[in-house]
């Protein structure tokens, strides 16, 4: 951890919701084992390992709840040493808001009126200052609001959406805090431009801060079925009745992400504040990216995995995962991006790295069983 | 077979020589499993079967002899269907004088002064005109020519040496032979041009045809011990002292090629003769050459085994080996060359084949057993 060591944030709970296609890192991650499965740092965790490490110190040994679907339950305990209570295992995917709306209100039915905050299992975070941001939402969402950590830009991407920060909110322990003015979708890059050029766009990482009830509350107002149906499910959760009341609520509950749900309406209430940050953030959104987290060899060469597998000739700024066992040689090829598994190559390059997808509706005609 | 079915020249031989060091088109020919022994052009014929394939109808079905190192034995075999005496083993390799004298001298004890003609086991000949030049080369040969077949040029190639055509010889079973003015070493690009724009040059082969006792007699005046150490080996060849001989004699036999140890300094007395044809021919040195040879899809693509493994999206003349049964997707990169085998894939792209052998040499730095 690169700040120093924080002690527990009361009664705060950590939500991580650990799902995902896998398709946009293919053929490294795949629909069976999600970005959230691999050490995608070279850092010796996985991209889940790390989100419980960073989280377990500010919300305590026993405070970080996983939701996962099914499928990967038991990867999930494999890679974390888990409380049996602390795995919340979904029937099946319905996005982001029934996924932290379950957490939630499973936390509410036991603990009463915690402060939870959601985090991706997937992203990664580097740096400093990730310890003082949570403490400064957690702080800010004990007072009401809905909290979310603003990244700090490094550039004007137009892979995320922003959020703009309003006036302070001149919180004593949330300092940094100011209102949230706004989301936005992901600009095109004239936009993003023009957002960074006012000082007052942070990237939405999806990390958002409340109290239990004041989450739910929202939800009951602007989604009550939703709400209403997540409440069943919690109160059974831990019951003998969990299976019944899940696979009758379950599948009709709606699909929606927690930024339309809650974040962009009540934002606009007035009710959402936001915690700029200063650490470096990744969602790890495609193979360049991934490239990005990689330190670089003396020629300019990345590899994810044991370099001894990589001969690189002629070839800055390549990118190779040598994720099969076998010797990956790469020549002549600026910027390439070599991803060996078992089963299946992927050779592109950095420029290319946004249209896998692309390659991946492909496989899917032909090989639906490599994604 | 391009050609009409030819009648076997009478008393002629064909000597195969299959040899070298495998390391051109790495990772897919290996010093194990050199290019002779693979399919490169997709039609389910190794260049070595091929090559057999193109010479039996003209040598008989008893008249092709193949020499290679006992590492090889035992894959020649599996691919041919070769009578016992029919494949000469070398202990080690002697360069292609010794390879070619040896045959030759064996030929010439079992058969007398036959027609010998040397064909490479790893070229690709395609197109038609072959049988019609190894005959005229064989009607020249007869006459006391070492005969060499010259090959039509397609541009101004580096890789290859030339020989210069002379005078027209007036041979009435050969009336395309004319006199070889001389061979020269792989020129460099303008030298090239100028040479094409002649008209005079054609690309050397190292195909060479001629009477054993006219070969050997020249090797008895230009090298005889070379030429007395394989007369003795000829000698014991077909009795029980071949393997006292050879153990004795083989190891100091000198290294060198054909056409420095005969074809140059006979062409300079003007003993060689040169058949110019028409049929297209590569020596696959490299895997932009085999890009060359391999037929493009719709989409530009190309692709050496089950097109089925290979997924290409924006890479037009990319070129594709799926040698390792996995699915190799490539996307955005024309002109890039991937070879894929169970335990290596290179990465490269047409520019860059000719630097292989840099790979090759950091390979054999790190992993000398993936050579």
Do not use: C
């Not at 602390?86 to 009463?112: H, K």
């Not at 149906?229 to 899940?246: F, H, I, K, N």
């Not at 991934?290 to 990589?310: C, K, Q, T, W």
């Amino acid at each position: 951890m690169p700040d120093s060591p924080p002690a527990p944030l009361p009664s705060f709970r950590a939500i991580v919701p650990a799902g995902g296609a896998g398709t946009r890192l293919w053929p490294l991650s795949r629909a069976g084992a999600p970005k959230f499965l691999h050490d995608l740092t070279g850092t010796g965790r996985t991209l889940l390992q790390a989100t419980v490490d960073r989280l377990a110190p500010l919300a305590g040994p026993d405070g970080v709840v996983v939701v996962t679907g099914e499928a990967h339950a038991a990867a999930v305990r494999a890679q974390l040493d888990l409380a049996p209570d602390a795995l919340l295992l979904e029937p099946a995917p319905r996005d982001s808001m029934a996924a932290i709306g379950l957490a939630t209100a499973v936390l509410a039915e036991r603990e009463g009126d915690v402060v939870v905050g959601s985090f991706a299992a997937d992203h990664v975070i580097t740096g400093e200052g990730f310890a003082d941001a949570v403490a400064q939402a957690v702080a800010a969402a004990r007072t009401g609001y809905v909290t979310t950590v603003g990244i700090a830009a490094t550039g004007p991407s137009t892979a995320f959406g922003y959020v703009r920060s309003g006036e302070p909110l001149g919180l004593p322990d949330a300092p940094d805090a100011r209102r949230a003015a706004g989301f936005t979708e992901k600009p095109d890059a004239a936009t993003a431009a023009a957002y960074l050029a006012t000082g007052e766009y942070t990237w939405n990482a999806g990390m958002f801060v409340a109290r239990a009830e004041v989450l739910l509350g929202h939800l009951a107002r602007l989604h009550p079925a939703l709400h209403d149906g997540l409440r069943e499910v919690a109160a059974a959760w831990d019951t003998p009745r969990r299976a019944e009341v899940l696979s009758r609520v379950w599948p009709g509950l709606p699909r929606i992400a927690i930024d339309h749900a809650i974040a962009e309406p009540v934002a606009a209430e007035g009710g959402v504040a936001v915690v700029p940050a200063r650490f470096a953030w990744d969602d790890v959104g495609d193979v360049a990216s991934l490239a990005g987290l990689l330190p670089a060899d003396a020629d300019g060469v990345r590899a994810l995995g044991d370099p001894d597998l990589v001969v690189a000739l002629r070839a800055a700024g390549a990118t190779v995962v040598p994720g099969g066992g076998r010797l990956v040689a790469v020549l002549g090829l600026p910027d390439v991006v070599v991803v060996d598994t078992p089963d299946a190559v992927l050779v592109t390059d950095r420029a290319h790295a946004q249209e896998v997808r692309a390659v991946v509706e492909a496989v899917r005609e032909r090989r639906p069983d490599l994604l």
